[in-house]
């Protein structure tokens, strides 16, 4: 079969392309699996001098992972990493570019399951009891954790989220998450309530920069909230609370869906507000249920304790 010519500099900007038009994936994804694909890119350059990615064998590939371990890192990592080469070389072969799949033969290593940290009902109510209301800006920050807490929303959700997409009468708002796909999520009363103060209070002070005119959370200069800001935010907010936990934006979306599972909610209809496309990812929540149980049980039930800790 006759190779075809390429370079690495061609094929990752068709790969680009690909993700955005082809896959729709958020800008942070994109970046994300481009930052993979490079350092791929570059490692197997340099140590093969290879310039042609439609020459990729199974030998580059399993040497990029030796590379990965060899430099220690984690076996979740290392697992992502081969599955946006994966990605890459089905991207090749849709061009024609690669005729043969170098990691149709490659098992990587399995990723290790970690359960998220999650806050409990109480941590929740003392992170947001502890944003400073004395300054303007805490209602809007008081808004945003309700709408984190309230919706399980992801922080880029969070951030884009639109005025015109927040129906506070039948209590719902719609969130365009990853892939560009829209979904209806339930929200609550106290979420609701912040957000009427956010934009009585805030919001209507502040004058939009042209093209976020419909963006929901700003900061002063009328633009769109970054989402280090929130990070930055809700980190204060736990050191504050007296909190040491590891929080993020990402740890209210865990206790959002942990504590739905918790009271018995639908695991389908928990995947669905937190838009899963599959529902093996919505599952780590039954585990944290469990773990919750049996905590439960090893502090509370008479024959859980070891004989030699039982007081006579």
Known sequence: METIQTDWKSALKGYEDYLALERGLSKNSILAYMR?????????????GLTNPALITVAHVENYLSYLFDNGMAKNSQARKLSGVRSFCKFLRIEGIMQIDPIELIEGPRPERKLPDVLTVNEIERLITSIDMSRKEGVRNKAMLEVLYSCGLRVSELTSLKISRVDQIDGLIRVVGKGNKERVIPIGHQAC?????????????????????????????GVELTRQMVFTLIKRSAITAGIRKKVSPHTFRHS??????????????????LGHAQITTTEIYTHLDKRYLEEQVTMFHPRSTPTSEVKS
């Open 36 to 48: 993979d694909i490079r350092q791929f890119a570059k490692q197997i350059e340099t140590s093969h």
């Open 193 to 221: 309530d912040a957000i009427d103060d956010y934009l009585s209070h805030y919001r209507a002070e502040i004058t939009p920069s042209h093209g976020h005119e419909d963006i929901l959370f700003m900061g002063k200069k």
């Open 256 to 273: 959002f869906a942990t504590h739905l599972i918790e009271a018995g909610a639908d695991l389908r209809a928990v995947q669905e507000m």
